[in-house]
């Protein structure tokens, strides 16, 4: 087995990629309050949060399906049930919002999230279960930052509303 990242890798990881979604937001963001930037219909900003939001979806959704057929631990596969449900039903609305907005919305995971489905496919066991609470609790940390920031700052009213 590889070893999973320290718990001091797994929360900074997340948080490093916030600060770049944080900062890439922010950059694009106009000094005119709810004036979306220039660069396209629904602007950079938009499009990050749009792209992120629908890896983050498609991830818990893998991850999810991937633990329901691998553990063996009945509270897990519940966990894992309830994630691809709620995150099956997020994506559908991201979908809706992304629309609205003139976003397509592109399912593929981002690297970040590709590497944390990889590792997980490296365990089995109680090992397994472990490491998906922890993926799973770090992904959402992440998402809270993230989407509070969305909600507060993006300009598209369909996405901010998503986000909220």
Do not use: C, W
Not at 50 to 75: C, F, K, L, P, T
Not at 103 to 108: F, H, P, Q, R, S
Not at 129 to 143: L, M, N, Q
Request: charged share 20%.
């Amino acid at each position: 087995m590889k070893p999973f990242p320290a718990l001091a890798a797994r929360v900074a990881t997340p948080v490093a990629v916030v600060v770049l979604a944080v900062s890439s937001l922010a950059v694009a963001q106009t000094s005119q309050p709810g004036v979306a930037p220039a660069t396209g219909p629904a602007g950079d900003a938009q499009k990050a949060f749009v792209r992120d939001a629908a890896s983050g979806n498609s991830m818990e959704i893998q991850i999810g399906q991937y633990m329901q057929e691998h553990s063996q631990n009945a509270q897990v596969k519940a966990l894992a049930r309830a994630l691809v449900t709620d995150h099956q039903r997020a994506q559908q609305e991201l979908g809706l919002a992304a629309d609205k907005a003139g976003i397509k919305v592109d399912e593929a995971l981002s690297p970040l999230h590709k590497a944390t489905v990889d590792a997980l496919q490296q365990y089995s066991g109680k090992e397994l279960d472990r490491e998906f609470v922890f993926a799973v609790i770090g992904e959402h940390h992440k998402d809270i930052l993230q989407y509070t920031f969305a909600s507060r700052n993006l300009t598209n009213p369909f996405l901010k509303q998503y986000a909220s």
